[in-house]
């Protein structure tokens, strides 16, 4: 069974940081994207950042320079590291697993696994 749990949310003057972790369980042979949301009160939830099987990076254009995504050891962890953050960066952020394959023990049908979210608060 799989697990996805997000921690280290807060709030946070404008121009400061924070540090979000992701931990997933399960499947632990299993490559995987992993990826982090965010969606803000009265908005729909948006990409933020992805690494994915092969260690590629990518960022929303509206997170790039300020935001880094980074994989654990064990690669079932990632971490965001947000610098320079804006009120507008505030929202709740969640973690998302998928794309899970490469071993026979990985699941036959792909879907997504979604963790609870964090929230992540930009005062100015």
């Known amino acids: 069974q799989v697990q996805v749990v997000e921690s280290g949310g807060g709030s946070a003057q404008a121009g400061g940081s924070l540090r979000l972790s992701c931990a997933a369980s399960?499947?632990?042979?299993?490559?995987?994207?992993m990826s982090w949301y965010r969606q803000a009160p009265g908005k729909e939830r948006e990409f933020v950042s992805r690494v994915d099987t092969t260690g590629s990076t990518s960022y929303a254009d509206s997170v790039k320079g300020r935001f880094t995504i980074s994989q654990g050891n064990a690669k079932n962890t990632v971490y965001l590291q947000m610098n320079s953050l804006k009120p507008e960066d505030t929202a709740m952020y969640y973690c998302?697993?998928?794309?899970?394959?490469?071993?026979?023990?990985?699941?036959?049908?792909?879907?997504?696994?979604w963790g609870q979210g964090t929230q992540v608060t930009v005062s100015s």
């Open positions: 399960g499947y632990i042979y299993c490559s995987r994207d």
């Open positions: 998302k697993l998928s794309n899970l394959g490469g071993h026979w023990s990985c699941p036959l049908v792909k879907r997504d696994y």
